[in-house]
């Protein structure tokens, strides 16, 4: 699916021709800056002149060819470094794009498996309840028991059926999801393993992350490219400001007219060949120079005023994103002692309602904590892969090599329909 997002998603496509034409426009800067150029034209025409009664026609032709070469041009060699810098950035902002669509991607995927793993923790509970009510029914009918425990019981089915359509509405949103940004059809997971590891690790550690965004992490290169652009900008506004353009020049053309007067003509045939040098110096704007110039430098003041805005956000980040990771860890150890405390609650709970100590209202408390704990490991355990998707995110390193120790996590067998019985 990622590979899928990663061609067919809308805003990658939009970016990449951003990218394209950044490239062109990069590439017509350095043509204009540092390429020769040459020019050749061609005329046809016929001029009649009346002279008291005398007419003279004279037709003719001329051909001409001129070429330039660029000696010194500071102003546009500045503006090619400055387009060159802003095709680096609109690279950047694709990568950007890409690694924004694949984190949503990522995260529709997660939010998915962590509703089919509810999903069939609901339907082992409501499968447990079910017994449970038969249970009940059979002791009311023995005269053992009482119709509460019976509607107690039912009520907590009902429940559970409703918790159900929640989620099979999720799973239903989270695959609309996954197939817009894919643009295919998609079978959801049926969830996590059953025996699977509770945590493979796909990041590396803290301080390598922060070491690494400064060359990965796509805003930041972008506000960097930025920074660069702005620079080199400047540098072309201060150059078109006070230094002169100077170009060679050279240029051939070849005039031939044949005036005719009472039936008489004459060729005349003119050559020129001319080479030089050029110079442009821009004495007097009006005022238009100098405002270019504080332009590019309040642009670039604000472009590393974003680039440090950007280095901000990332180091928070990452920061953020370990802390949540290091958290989700903790509180999956905490939720196996919980479900294991809870199972244990459960069975001698049972022991005694069977013996007449208990309530049926305890025993479904107790099962009810049960799955309450399972149910909170699944989100911690979601909540810890979320954490290093939106690191890997950062780092711009989501991808299916960086994502693989995660996979074995997931059942890829497809998830099964809803199906109910009444009891």
Do not use: C
């Amino acid at each position: 699916m990622l590979l899928a997002a990663n061609q067919q998603a809308a805003s990658n496509r939009a970016f990449d021709a951003g990218t394209e034409a950044a490239q062109a426009l990069s590439q017509q800067a350095w043509a204009n800056a540092w390429m020769p150029r040459a020019d050749a034209s061609a005329s046809a025409s016929r001029r009649r002149q009346q002279i008291n009664e005398t007419t003279v026609n004279t037709p003719a032709t001329a051909l001409s060819v001129s070429a330039t070469l660029p000696l010194w041009r500071a102003a546009d060699q500045a503006t090619a470094q400055a387009q060159a810098a802003q095709a680096e950035q609109a690279q950047w902002q694709a990568r950007g794009s890409r690694t924004n669509v694949a984190r949503e991607l990522s995260m529709a995927f997660l939010m998915a498996i962590e509703a089919a793993e509810q999903r069939r923790l609901t339907l082992a509970q409501q499968d447990l309840l079910q017994e449970q009510w038969r249970i009940n029914d059979r002791r009311l009918q023995a005269g053992a028991g009482t119709i509460l425990d019976v509607l107690e019981t039912r009520t907590r089915i009902d429940q559970s059926r409703v918790a159900v359509q929640d989620l099979d509405t999720r799973l239903a949103t989270q695959k609309l999801t996954l197939e817009r940004l894919s643009n295919q059809a998609v079978t959801l997971a049926t969830g996590f393993h059953e025996h699977s590891p509770d945590l493979p690790t796909a990041v590396s550690s803290l301080d390598e992350a922060l070491l690494l965004a400064s060359s990965r992490h796509p805003p930041l290169r972008d506000a960097l490219a930025q920074v660069k652009a702005a620079t080199a900008t400047d540098r072309a506004r201060t150059a078109e400001r006070w230094q002169p353009t100077v170009d060679a020049v050279a240029s051939t053309s070849l005039v031939r007219e044949v005036p005719q007067l009472d039936g008489f003509s004459q060729r005349q045939t003119t050559q020129e060949r001319a080479i030089g040098v050029q110079m442009n110096w821009a004495l007097f704007t009006g005022g238009l120079q100098q405002g270019r110039t504080r332009e590019s430098a309040a642009l670039l003041i604000q472009a590393q005023a974003r680039r440090d805005e950007a280095q901000a956000q990332v180091e928070a980040a990452l920061r953020d994103a370990y802390q949540t990771l290091s958290q989700a860890r903790q509180v999956i150890g905490l939720q196996r002692q919980v479900e294991q405390t809870a199972s244990a609650t459960y069975d001698a709970l049972r022991k005694a309602f069977v013996a007449g100590l208990r309530t049926n209202l305890d025993l479904l408390n107790a099962q009810q904590q049960i799955y309450n704990a399972r149910q909170n490991l699944v989100s911690a355990r979601v909540n810890a892969l979320a954490a290093q998707v939106n690191i890997l995110a950062l780092l711009d390193q989501l991808d299916a090599d960086h994502l693989a120790p995660l996979m074995p996590l997931f059942d890829p067998a497809p998830l099964p329909m809803l199906v109910e019985s009444t009891p």
